[in-house]
T-cell receptor
């Protein structure tokens, strides 16, 4: 079945810098990808989702890139600020499947 | 907007004890989920339910039971708590179709087994 690897597990950046989180997946038929954010003591909240026919999507300082050839999904936070400090998860839904497979998470710390 | 409420927020149990976690949603969503979150391992699906009285096993269902007696509520039972077990259990819901949907999460129940 689908496997999702996420890196890095921990990421520290300075305020105003970019932060990039990468996930790789194994199933080339994966049809849907999501990024979720989990703030301390809270549940996960959807940041952005993309279908597999999309290579790039930008929303509110976030850029999601999908490289289907390399089976790689990335999340780029441009100009990170301390409020972006949280754990970020990628998730993938294979075609013909109902179950989202989550990556292991990245703890992002944005320092003032 | 809606909300997912999980109770209790913190649960401390003894080895071998049966423990029940509860989840309520007021989104009027059809589908509800229970995930287990372990440090460094992401979220793993325990059970899900696509409608009242429906139950489907996820990859991690062994050692757990679930119950969906009402559309708005979904409970999870740890049938025999394991010593030194520590995890966060997250409940989620989605509108219905199970495919390419947004999941809405509760804030979790943190389990500690002594």
């Amino acid at each position: 079945g689908e496997q999702v690897e996420q890196r890095p597990p921990h990421l520290s950046v300075r305020e105003g810098d970019s932060a990039i989180i990468i996930c790789t997946y194994t199933d080339s038929a994966t049809a849907y990808f999501s990024w979720y954010k989990q703030e301390a003591g809270a549940g996960l909240q959807l940041l952005m989702s993309v279908l597999s026919n999309v290579d790039r999507k930008e929303e509110q300082g976030l850029t999601v890139l999908l490289n289907k050839k390399d089976k790689r999904l990335s999340l780029n936070l441009t100009a990170a600020h301390p409020g972006d400090s949280a754990v970020y998860f990628c998730a993938a839904l294979s075609s013909g499947s109902w179950q989202l497979i989550f990556g292991s998470g990245t703890q992002l710390t944005v320092m003032p | 907007g809606g909300i997912i409420t999980q109770t209790p927020k913190f649960l401390i149990g003894q080895e071998g004890q049966k423990l029940t976690l509860k989840c309520q949603q007021n989104f009027n969503h059809d589908t509800m989920y229970w995930y287990r979150q372990d440090s460094g391992k992401g979220l793993r699906l325990i059970y899900y339910s696509i409608t009242e009285n429906d139950l489907q096993k996820g990859d991690l269902s062994e050692g757990y039971d679930a119950s969906r007696e009402k559309k708005s509520s979904f409970s999870l039972t740890v049938t025999s708590a394991q010593k030194n077990e520590m995890a966060v259990f997250l409940c989620a819901s989605s509108l219905g179709g199970l495919v390419a949907e947004t999941l809405y999460f509760g804030s979790g129940t943190r389990l500690t087994v002594l």
